[in-house]
C-alpha cells in the first residue's frame, strides 16, 4: 500500500520526537556526571576555511551554553562535536556552524550527552534537514509556489510542455551564474570552490568527482531548482525527476568520457571546465556559454596530450551578450 506525504510527515514526526525524547530521559539518568575542567585550550591556532572558528569562539563567551559530557567541559554543544579542531573536519564543522542557527543549542546539548559526540553530530543534522525539508514541503504543498500535480491543472501537455521549457531555461541559467560567481569571486571560490578543482586533469576526473565539493558549494548550485519554482509552473514529479536526473548527469560529465553532442554540455566540455577553469559553465546545455562568450569546444581524444589526436581547443567566440571571454556587455 502507497503512503501518503502527509503519513511519511507524521512518521517522520513521530522519529524526531522519539530522538529528542531519548535525548532528555538519558540527560535526566546522566545527570550527576562528575566535572573535570579540561585545560586544553578550547581551539586551535589553525587556519580553519569559513566558517572558521570564530563562531565557535562567540558561543563561547556565553557561559549559558557550557556543559559536561563524560568528564569534560565544553563551551558548547559544538565544540565537542569538532572535538576542539574545527581546521581537522572543516566538512563537519561547516555543517556545525549551520546547525546552530537551527536546532535550539538546549537540544543540542541532550543530543550529544545521549548519542555521544559523534553520532549525535548526525543526529542533529537529521533534525535540521527534517526541518528544511518540511518548509520546502509546506511552501510546495500549501501554494506558495507555482508546483501544480496533474497536467489538466495547467491546461494541458501544450501549456505543460512550454512551462516546463521556460522553467528549465531559467534553471539553467540560475546555474550557469551562480556556477561562474563561484570562480569570479576571489572569496567564493577559496573557500567554497576551489576543493572541487583539485580534480584538474582528466586522469584524476571520475564519477566520484561529482560529489567532491563543498556542502554550501552543493546548495548553492541547486538553490536555483527551488528558487524557480515561485516564477514558473512547474510538474511536481517533473521537477522531482530534474533533481533526481541532475544527480545522475553529475556523474557522467566528470568522467572524462570522449563524447559531445551540442547543445548538451556533455563530458568532454565539462572535462574542459576542470582543466581550464574559465570556460564550459553550463550545467546540461551549452546555450548559456554561447550566449555570454565562456563556451570553448574541445576537438580530438579526451586526455590524450601528444600526436594526431590530441585534444585542443577550437578558438573562443564572441557571444550574443559578451565581448570575448566571457565579459560582459553593458548597453
Known amino acids: 500500500m502507497a503512503l501518503s506525504f502527509n503519513l511519511i ?47 565557535l569562539s562567540r558561543m563561547a563567551n556565553d557561559p549559558s551554553n557550557s556543559f559536561t559530557h563524560e568528564g569534560q567541559m565544553y563551551t558548547s554543544a559544538y565544540e565537542a562535536v569538532v572535538e576542539r579542531d574545527p581546521a581537522s573536519n572543516p566538512i563537519k564543522n561547516f555543517n556545525a556552524f549551520v546547525n546552530s ?71 539553467e541559467i540560475g546555474i550557469y551564474w551562480m556556477h561562474r560567481t563561484l570562480h569570479t569571486n576571489k572569496f567564493l571560490y577559496k573557500h567554497i570552490h576551489m576543493p572541487h578543482h583539485k580534480y584538474s586533469k582528466p586522469e584524476t576526473l571520475t564519477p566520484w568527482a561529482s560529489i567532491a565539493f563543498h556542502p554550501l558549494d552543493g546548495m548553492l548550485q541547486a538553490c536555483p531548482y527551488v528558487l524557480c519554482l515561485p516564477i514558473v509552473p512547474c510538474h511536481y514529479l517533473t521537477h522531482t525527476i530534474m533533481i533526481f536526473f541532475s544527480a545522475i548527469w553529475a556523474t557522467y560529465i566528470h568522467d572524462s568520457m570522449d563524447w559531445n553532442f551540442d547543445p548538451i554540455m556533455g563530458s ?20 548559456c556559454d554561447r550566449i555570454w562568450g565562456t563556451l570553448r569546444v574541445p576537438v580530438g581524444k579526451t586526455g590524450v596530450t601528444e600526436g594526431p589526436n590530441k585534444v585542443k581547443l577550437l578558438p573562443a567566440k564572441k557571444g550574443l551578450l559578451s565581448s570575448g571571454r566571457g565579459k560582459v556587455k553593458f548597453f
Request: net charge negative; hydrophobic share 40%; proline share 4%.
Open 101 to 171: 542557527f537551527i536546532v535550539p543549542h538546549s537540544v543540542s546539548i541532550q543530543i550529544i550527552k545521549s548519542f555521544g559526540a559523534f553520532w549525535g553530530h548526525y543526529v542533529t543534522c537529521y533534525l535540521r534537514n527534517f526541518f528544511a525539508g518540511c518548509i520546502v514541503y509546506y511552501g510546495t504543498a500549501e501554494g506558495y509556489t507555482k508546483c501544480y500535480y496533474t497536467i489538466e491543472e495547467i491546461g494541458g501537455f501544450i501549456p505543460y510542455l512550454l512551462n516546463t521549457i521556460v522553467y528549465f531555461a531559467l534553471v
Open 268 to 287: 568532454k566540455y565539462h572535462t574542459i571546465h576542470h582543466t581550464h577553469f574559465i570556460y564550459n559553465y553550463g550545467q546540461m546545455l551549452t546555450f
Open 9 to 55: 510527515l507524521l512518521l517522520s514526526a513521530l522519529i524526531v520526537a522519539c530522538l529528542i525524547s531519548a535525548a532528555y530521559a538519558n540527560t535526566l539518568n546522566n545527570s550527576s556526571e562528575p566535572f573535570v575542567e579540561s585545560e586544553e585550550q578550547p581551539f586551535t591556532d589553525e587556519y580553519v576555511p569559513w566558517p572558521g572558528s570564530g563562531w
